[in-house]
């Protein structure tokens, strides 16, 4: 199994900046990839953006040019740089993480998310 630790929310003034971090832990055979989601009150979730193990990235069109998403493959760990955050942004962020799993073959492949970490932009 994965454990997904998050952290760095808060609250930030518009135009301000956070890093989110999303920390991969267990059996971990290789982190094949991490996404950030976010939900704001009475909204479905969303897709924020993703990067592959080998730095391929994807952005909410919403976010390009502010946030920047980076992976550290060494510390199987995830990060989220927003910059100019506005208050739009405010929602909970979770973060995805693609892992293949275990020691000894068969080797599994599974989808897993974190506990959430809210980030609050006041206007």
């Known amino acids: 199994q994965v454990q997904l630790v998050e952290s760095g929310g808060g609250l930030v003034q518009a135009g301000g900046s956070l890093r989110l971090s999303c920390a991969a832990s267990?059996?971990?055979?290789?982190?094949?990839?991490i996404g950030w989601y976010r939900q704001a009150p009475g909204k479905q979730r969303e897709l924020v953006a993703t990067?592959?193990?080998?730095?391929?990235?994807n952005y909410a069109d919403s976010v390009k040019g502010r946030f920047t998403i980076s992976i550290d493959n060494a510390k199987n760990t995830g990060y989220l740089q927003m910059n100019s955050l506005k208050p739009e942004d405010t929602a909970v962020y979770y973060c995805?993480?693609?892992?293949?799993?275990?020691?000894?073959?068969?080797?599994?492949?599974?989808?897993?998310w974190g506990q959430g970490t809210q980030v609050t932009v006041s206007s």
């Open positions: 995805n993480a693609d892992a293949t799993t275990g020691s000894v073959f068969p080797l599994r492949t599974g989808s897993y």
């Open positions: 267990g059996s971990i055979f290789r982190l094949n990839g």
């Open positions: 990067i592959t193990s080998g730095g391929m990235t």
